[in-house]
């Protein structure tokens, strides 16, 4: 398995041909589908603590900041990715 490969990138500008070669690892594909999947399902955990406490009927899981709930409150958006 190679770990590290060129990938040869063209973009046409009229008149001219650009080609940029990027030396890109595995790592690199990893890691930008694990940010994807991040970016997509953290939103899902501030709207499942939203959906929560509507539902017991509170507006913030705590008192401890004033004005902005809990930790919990400052931190829903992690629930699901924990």
């Known amino acids: 398995m190679e ?3 060129d990938y040869t990138i063209s973009y046409h500008i009229p008149f001219t041909i650009i080609k940029l ?11 930008f589908f694990l940010g994807l999947f ?3 399902l953290a939103p899902l ?8 406490k509507r539902a017991i009927k509170i507006k ?5 900041i004033p004005g902005h709930g809990g930790l919990t409150d400052r ?4 629930i699901l990715m924990v």
């Open 38 to 40: 991040a970016s997509l």
């Open 60 to 64: 913030d899981f705590a008192n401890l």
């Open 3 to 5: 770990l590290r490969k």
């Open 21 to 31: 070669t990027l030396p890109l690892k595995i790592i690199h594909f990893h890691t």
């Open 75 to 78: 931190m829903d958006c992690q």
């Open 45 to 52: 955990g501030g709207l499942f603590a939203s959906g929560f």
